[in-house]
Nanobody, 114 residues
């Protein structure tokens, strides 16, 4: 299983970014996919999940601003991030629980600063 995240960058507060995570080596459509993030000096936290049935859940801190989605044909997970805040600055990781273990992408850095 390989997860390749991309789309991070530097934006000003209020800006937007779209993260992508390309998956390979698994039957993508049947798994719950997730985005996590880890800010400097903090523990990794769950940002959003997207189940095989399309149900989505979000951390309270990003509700109404972030949207998780997936394209099962392209085997790609997305995270649309709007109204970004400095506290959203972190390395963002995509994740899947498969074959009895967790798989992680390499992470993509999002920096929100004026």
């Amino acid at each position: 299983v390989q997860l390749q995240a991309s789309g991070g960058g530097s934006v000003q507060p209020g800006g937007s970014l779209r993260l992508s995570c390309a998956a390979s080596g698994l039957n993508f459509r049947i798994y719950t996919m997730a985005w996590y993030r880890q800010a400097p000096g903090k523990q990794r936290e769950l940002v959003a999940t997207n189940t095989s049935g399309g149900r989505t859940d979000y951390a309270d801190s990003v509700k109404g601003r972030f949207t998780i989605s997936r394209d099962n044909v392209k085997r790609t997970l997305y995270l649309q991030m709007n109204s970004l805040r400095p506290e959203d600055t972190a390395v963002y990781y995509c994740n899947v629980e498969a074959y009895g273990r967790a798989f992680w992408g390499q992470g993509t850095l999002v920096t929100v600063s004026s």
